[in-house]
């Protein structure tokens, strides 16, 4: 392709330049030029043609067929869980997460499972062939429609797609790809950004689903940034640390589908593992009879998951002692300190406090912050909480319960699991059909009440008054 005239706009006010800028003229603001693609490039010249025939194109909603084969089964149910039922045709999903935490090993794995009905075409810009070749070895994936192809050049990518069709494609790394009218190196913020578009145009065009494999950056946030989060279909974004095994897969875009949902697995010699019982893996190896923990029932999207919730409370050498909070909002952390101070009189003002949320999960509702106060309050007075005791329910800010949703759901988990007490909010209590369950519901209105409930499930006189 010929090689046109590069232009530079401002990303915040859509000024032009001829050439790379620190600041805006037009606008002031700063590092905000960026090199743009030649408007000439993409084959717009029969716009005036294609805009006579569009009335034709229109449709009624109700005469477009939605076949029940509009979606591929990945073989991977927790993978179709956060797709929202299976991989759409036609549709461009990122894969996200940081290197290392297994995007290529999970697209492979449903290379052999897609590959027994599907040809698939896997588009490699990072390992060569054999690499591939060795990691599918190590997978025991020997699917007989799986292609390689070792190129980065994207417009060659979009040709070979278009030419071969095959009903799936994968793409690794969307960063190592680059378009050779570009004058930026590939993994920049208008080469990700075209090399989408084109995989886009093709997918679409052809009704291929595309996975886009997209390295996350320190920052957290998918190189370039928000650049390719409202091109594509669906943004998946693997969690989780990379020296655990566990790894979560979360929709954080899903245009076919909720994005509520996450996908649990493990990492193992033989590639990553579905996790189908996540809160019996979470309690496992679980510290008995040790203060400070709690386990509590969080709403992953449909699914209650168990997670335990640890809190050490130690004497600072600080002036202004230390609070850490792993998968839990560290404001929230000093809220619920204030809360345990100021209503019930508990002083951690000169206590460094540290609170973890066990196994790399995130919990984010307000239904974790009695079981967060709870292990706070175990951890403080070095009294352990009975193990089969669970807690859920939202902490105001005058040391009261409120109601949480779907409380039957945390119950019959903890129930599922063989918890034997489950202390929740009164108001919640009240909505509750008791007799259905045999696990022992303990309502409570306020923190001092919940705190009362566990002197008494421990077997020991209250030393609240
Ligand atoms: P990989 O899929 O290459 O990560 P990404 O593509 O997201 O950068 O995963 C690499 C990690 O997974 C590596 O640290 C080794 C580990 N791994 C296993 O533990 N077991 C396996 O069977 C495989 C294939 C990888
Ligand atoms: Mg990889």
């Known amino acids: 392709m010929a090689k046109s005239k590069i232009r530079y706009e401002c990303t915040a006010c859509g000024a032009e330049y001829p050439k790379w800028n620190g600041r805006c003229l037009s606008c002031g603001a700063w590092n905000s030029i960026e090199e743009q693609l030649p408007a000439a490039i993409p084959a717009n010249s029969g716009a005036a043609r ?22 591929y ?20 999903v990122l894969l996200g997460g940081e290197p290392g935490i297994g995007k290529s090993t999970l697209l492979l794995q449903i290379c052999q499972f897609m590959g027994e009905s599907h040809s698939i075409l896997y588009v490699s810009g990072e390992e060569s062939a054999r690499q591939i070749k060795l990691r599918a070895q190590r ?49 920049s913020v208008p080469q990700v950004r075209e090399c989408t578009n084109l995989l886009l145009h093709t997918a679409k065009a052809k009704e291929i689903p595309v996975f886009l494999v997209g390295h996350v950056t320190k920052e957290g946030s998918i190189a370039g940034p928000k650049v390719m989060e409202h091109i594509v279909d669906a943004v998946l974004i693997f969690e989780g640390d990379r020296y655990q095994s566990c790894r979560i897969l979360r929709a954080v875009k899903n245009r076919f589908g909720s994005t509520n949902e996450i996908g649990v697995f ?11 019982n996540p809160s019996a ?13 709690c386990v509590c029932c969080m709403m992953e999207g449909s699914r209650p998951i168990l997670a335990e919730i640890q809190a050490l409370v130690s004497k600072s050498t600080l002036s202004s002692p230390r609070r850490t909070a792993t998968g839990f909002d560290y404001n929230r952390v000093y809220i619920l300190l204030a809360v345990l101070e100021k209503r019930l009189g508990l002083y951690f003002g000169t206590l460094d406090v540290y609170l973890n949320i066990v196994g790399g999960f995130r919990l984010d509702e307000p239904a974790g912050d009695l079981a967060v106060a709870l292990s706070l309050y175990s951890a403080l007075m070095d009294k352990p909480i009975g193990e089969t005791v669970m807690a859920f329910g939202e902490v105001g800010l005058g040391g009261e319960l409120r109601a949480v949703s779907n ?18 909010p009164k108001q919640t209590l009240r909505t509750l059909q008791t007799d259905r369950y045999t696990i022992r519901l303990e309502g409570a209105s306020n923190l001092k009440e919940a705190f009362r409930i566990l002197e008494k499930t421990a077997g020991k006189e209250s030393s609240l008054q």
Request: glycine fraction near 10%; charge should be negative.
């Open 50 to 71: 294609q805009s006579m025939s569009l009335s034709s194109q229109i449709r009624e909603l109700a005469e477009i067929g939605t076949n029940d084969d509009i979606r």
């Open 73 to 92: 089964d990945t073989g991977v149910g927790e993978l179709n869980r956060v797709l929202g039922g299976g991989l759409v045709k036609g549709s461009v």
């Open 139 to 187: 997978l025991h994936v020997d699917s007989e429609s799986l292609y390689l192809l070792t190129v980065t050049d994207v417009e060659a990518i979009c040709d070979t797609i278009a030419e071969s069709e095959p009903d799936v494609v994968i793409v690794d790394s969307i960063q190592t790809l680059h378009l050779s009218s570009l004058n930026s190196g590939a993994g």
């Open 266 to 276: 493990e990492m193992s010699d033989r590639g990553l593992q579905e996790v189908e």
């Open 281 to 293: 893996m979470l309690l496992e190896g679980r510290p008995l009879g040790v203060s400070g923990t």
């Open 407 to 424: 409380a039957a759901q945390r119950i019959q988990e903890a129930e599922r699991l063989g918890f034997t007490v489950c202390i929740l």
